[in-house]
């Protein structure tokens, strides 16, 4: 990213693009960084290889309905997909599909996936009510149940606790717990989303009534951040957690998690002042930086300390419903509701 | 932003259907569902549905209701319509509408709130109807015994009146004039075996402000019917003189707040001064909304109309209320 860059959209040069013709869920890219996967509403993951994107793009059909929910797998090159068609799958680098679970006509709605020591994992998937947790063998370990359907399902960073939103709150399982007496957060509403802060300071939640709740994890204090003038559907927080991303306003919102914020701080609004909402966050794994995606399909890159924006995607191509950072922070995955998706190497030079 | 610009077209229409358990709702449902009509529904069933249901697309769902931290005290969602209909968006091109069936016990106010409340489903979605199937056999015992039955019906913009081999024509005709002192504004059709044309069931329009009282089968009819003492009733006022906007606002917003929880659905055709195009005004207890839609025809009186239907109206203190936002 140099000084001497343009205002032109980077997709355009150094970025392989598709018309997938479907609704991008999500994107991820895989653990060793080398495959990158669009998980679509016609129910096929579209992967592609990292190293040569402008090539083949393979479509492995996986469920029958819409993806749902989407997470790399526990080991180097996979994924797992949940689907409208209640089952939970796994997808192979070599587009090989198993199955993991399967839930009847229940949607499999929530997904996320934390890789452990020595191979091992632990695979946490939202059903209704229910959360089932598999290692990763896919082997079923618990089943823990809520008062009402799972909204959210996140790891914290070392895999030792799970964090599920649903309506009054959100409840954090200890994975490893002989008894499952779970931590419960309690506000009450409709919780639509979660978010675990990378050292374990603070949970949050998006609500219903377009406003965010968060909980200090070590004294259980209150937190409200409100003022969006749409629903948060998209929170990250930077690598080590010193902002919260999030989507909502006509900007990336930004709330301090440092100098006792974010209470009694203003946030910082990044690439605003058009009216049109941000859809989507996504922190850079190793710097201060944050990827935006908005309701008319432009997508930037902004750097958190000194405000500057990226031009990544143009508008035109739908609102984005996807983004997703490599492992590396090279590479930028971008999805939009109209099948644009893209994938931008930040290292390339132009050309 | 670019969403709340769509044409209302591109909107999936939705209809609620609600009944009680036996009356008939999965009957119709799979008429609708089995007809030749070239669409192609989604459904969305609740956990606790009585028989199959014969669909590409069924959604099998948990009916969570509640309360927004709005400061409206009777404003209820259903949050898991909130999340299917966002689910069912993305594979939108795989059908033509959403059908949502209700428990048998349910409150269709959560359900029709949703569809005004939240902004996502808004953005993609429009309540077309509030279908409601009763058994003209077992009605009168529903009614005694349960809100929901009474609620239901108040609530309908459609009344399948099914069974009606069950019982003799007078039996039929008593409980069609129940319906009426509840619900006067309902289009009724009585049925067997829930067979009607399809096309009296869904594509209604009927919370398209545009079409706002425009197929009212009798109003004004029939006021002042008590015999039954129902708990809840309708009723419907006119004036002649137009409207000031502000006095009608102020009168409708107090009323809205302080009696909200009462007012199960409020409906009106406004002629405000000074404006050739008609305002149309919709409510379910405490939201509401409205706009101006096509204008006053040449020939046809200017008259400014509303209808009221739920509890403890006090008749008077509408008219006078209304009467009061008469322009100067």
Known sequence: MSQTEKAEFLVETRGDQRALDAFVVAARFSRDGRTLAFAMGDGTVRLAPVADASGDWISVPVHDGAVLSFAVDTNADGFISGGDDGKLRRLGASSAISDIAGFGMKWVEQLTTHALDKGKGLIAAGVGKGVHLFDETGKKLKEWTHPSTVTGLVFDTKGKRVAASHYNGATLWFVAAKTDTPRKLEWKGSHIAVAIHPEGEALVTAMQENSLHGWRLPDGQHMRMSGYPTKTTSLSFSKGGKWLASSGADSMVLWPFFGGGPMGKAPIELAGGDGINCTQVACHPKEELVAGGFEDGLVVVSDIASSRILPVAPPGHGPVTALAWSPDGTRLAIGTENGFAAIVDFARRAG | ?328
């Open chain 2, 1 to 328: 932003m670019a969403d709340a610009k769509q044409a209302q077209s591109e909107l999936v229409p939705v209809t609620v259907l609600t009944g009680y358990l036996g009356a008939g709702k999965t009957t119709l449902l799979n008429r609708i569902l089995t007809e030749n009509h070239g669409h192609k529904y989604a459904v969305i069933i609740n956990e606790f549905g009585e028989l199959g249901v014969d669909n590409d697309l069924v959604v099998d769902t948990d009916e969570e209701v509640f309360e927004m931290n709005n400061g409206c005290i009777c404003c209820t969602v259903r949050g898991d319509l909130i999340r299917i209909v966002g689910g069912l968006m993305k594979r939108r091109d795989k059908f033509d509408g959403i059908i949502i069936e209700t428990t048998g016990l349910a409150n269709p106010a959560p359900v029709a709130q949703t569809f005004f409340v939240d902004e996502g489903v808004k953005a993609r979605t429009r309540l077309d109807a509030i279908v409601t199937v009763v058994d003209a056999k077992h009605l009168p015992a529903r009614l005694a015994d349960s809100h929901e039955a009474e609620d239901q019906i108040a609530f309908a913009d459609v009344i399948v009146l099914n069974k009606t081999d069950l019982v003799t024509p007078e039996e039929l005709d008593a409980v069609e004039k129940r319906i009426k002192t509840i619900n006067r504004h309902a289009i009724i059709h009585r049925t067997q075996r829930a067979a009607l044309p399809i096309d009296q069931v869904l594509g209604r329009g009927a919370f398209d402000l545009s079409r706002i009282l425009a197929m009212e089968p009798d109003f004004l009819d029939g006021d002042d019917d008590h015999e039954h003492n129902e708990d809840i009733t309708s009723m419907s006022f006119e004036v002649a003189k137009p409207i000031d906007p502000e006095k009608f606002n102020a009168w409708i917003g107090a009323l809205l707040q302080e009696q909200g929880p009462d007012l199960l659905r409020t409906k009106g055709i406004l002629n405000y001064t000074n404006e050739p195009r008609r305002f149309a005004f919709q409510a379910v207890h405490m939201i509401a909304d409205g706009d101006f839609i096509s204008e006053w025809k040449g020939g046809d009186p200017r008259t400014s109309r509303i209808v009221f239907i739920g509890r403890n109206l006090n008749r008077p203190k509408l008219r006078r209320g209304f009467e009061g936002s008469v322009a100067d």
